[in-house]
């Protein structure tokens, strides 16, 4: 590498590890004092609550290096600026698309390490997060069985089998409910094309309901009907495998296989899309940080610089959410509605580039 690369990036990447410290550092701090006491309320031993944080470090992680990514750009063109070290850089003509160029690249390396760090630790350790939380801490019921194919659960004489289970529109698709006696004898089976919650009951559609009697049997078909079952959304959102769980490949086959099968996947698409749009709004905020860093005036401060940052970084990330927002709720195509907040800003990259050199 030569010199001047060698001398943007040993500036630029102690900036980065502290802002990232930081980041971490004050998230662990609020989620700390936020989650202690309900799990000191629940006894849980000390090892345990330390496990708990550590193993979140990763996710915390994956949202601060955006954040740190931006700033660490702005603050260190800030302070070569004000040291009048890129006007020297100027003045012996060289370019600045050079002298950027180190920074570029470990925008783009950043963004691989998000996309990795998401894939081969968060999703791992994010099951066990929530057993943590959800089980031990809150006392939910985790389902008897999970995978990406079928689902198990039982509640107390009464057992779930769910071919899929959609939590974002709480509806449970191909769904068979066994109804046993006390004596574990099954008295009622109730199978259904489509068990959704209307926000007060669950409603079946298209189904059959057989009631076993001694030797004889009654069937009753129906189109719609109001289910008085005691389970509630939130009885199923416990250890899901999909989507969150799931390596990147392994969604992207799971959702190609669901779409075979008739069912929607637009919530998976749009938590496919976010895996990949995700890491690379590291590359876009980085590029954002260095249009803002370099029409930054001569005397501007560190602090100018921070809130700065700050700002392009809410204003992208509100972009970005309300996209994704659309694209879950059907309005727009999930690829389009994810990337919408990537696209638009690359549009307004390129715009003040061409507006800076022509």
């Known amino acids: 590498m030569k010199i001047i690369p060698r001398y943007m990036l040993r500036h630029y990447i102690p900036v980065f590890a502290v802002s990232l410290v930081a980041f971490v ?23 345990e609550i330390y496990s708990y944080f550590i193993s979140k470090i990763p ?77 031990k801490v809150k006392q939910k019921k985790p389902p008897v069985w999970w995978n990406p194919e079928n689902m198990w659960y039982r509640e107390g004489n009464t057992i ?24 574990f004898h099954l008295i009622q089976r109730l199978d259904a094309r489509r068990i959704f919650w209307n926000g007060e009951s669950w409603v079946a559609e298209d189904g059959l309901i057989v009631r076993f009697k001694g030797a004889n049997t009654e069937q009753d078909w129906f189109e719609r009907r109001k289910l008085e079952l005691n389970v509630v959304p939130q009885d199923f959102a416990g ?17 190609e296989k669901i779409e075979e099968e008739g069912y929607t996947s637009t919530p998976y698409r749009v938590e496919l899309y976010q895996r990949l ?6 590359f876009i905020l980085a590029l954002l940080g260095l249009a803002v860093g370099l029409r930054q005036g001569l005397h501007e401060g560190v602090a100018a610089g921070v809130g700065i940052s700050m700002a392009v970084a809410f204003s992208f990330l ?38 800076r050199y022509t």
């Not at 550092?25 to 090892?47: C, Q, S, T």
């Not at 974002?168 to 068979?176: D, K, P």
């Not at 749009?277 to 590291?282: D, G, R, V």
């Not at 389009?336 to 990537?342: E, H, R």
């Open 160 to 183: 779930y089998q769910i071919r899929l289970y959609d939590r974002r529109a709480t509806a449970m698709e191909r769904a068979s409910i066994f109804f046993l006696d006390p004596q």
């Open 59 to 135: 996710l915390i992680l994956t949202q601060g290096i955006p954040m740190a990514t931006i700033l660490a750009v702005i603050i260190t063109l800030g302070l070569l600026k004000r040291n009048r070290e890129l006007i020297a850089m100027e003045t012996a003509g060289i370019n600045p698309t050079y002298y950027v160029s180190s920074l570029v690249g470990m925008a783009m390396v950043l963004a691989f390490l998000h996309f990795s760090i998401n894939e081969f630790l968060v999703r791992p350790l994010n099951p066990k997060l929530q057993d943590t939380w959800d089980v």
């Open 277 to 282: 749009a995700s890491p690379f709004a590291t």
């Open 239 to 255: 250890r899901g495998v999909v989507p969150e769980d799931l390596g990147w490949v392994d969604l992207l086959q799971y959702i």
């Open 318 to 355: 509100v972009v970005s959410s309300v996209g994704s927002g659309l694209a879950s709720a059907g309005s727009v195509p999930p690829f389009l509605g994810v990337w919408a907040g990537n696209t638009i800003f690359i549009l307004l990259l390129c715009f003040g580039w061409m507006k």
């Open 25 to 47: 550092g004050i998230y662990l701090v609020v989620d700390f004092f936020e989650k202690i006491e309900p799990m000191l309320d629940r006894k849980l031993p000390w090892v």
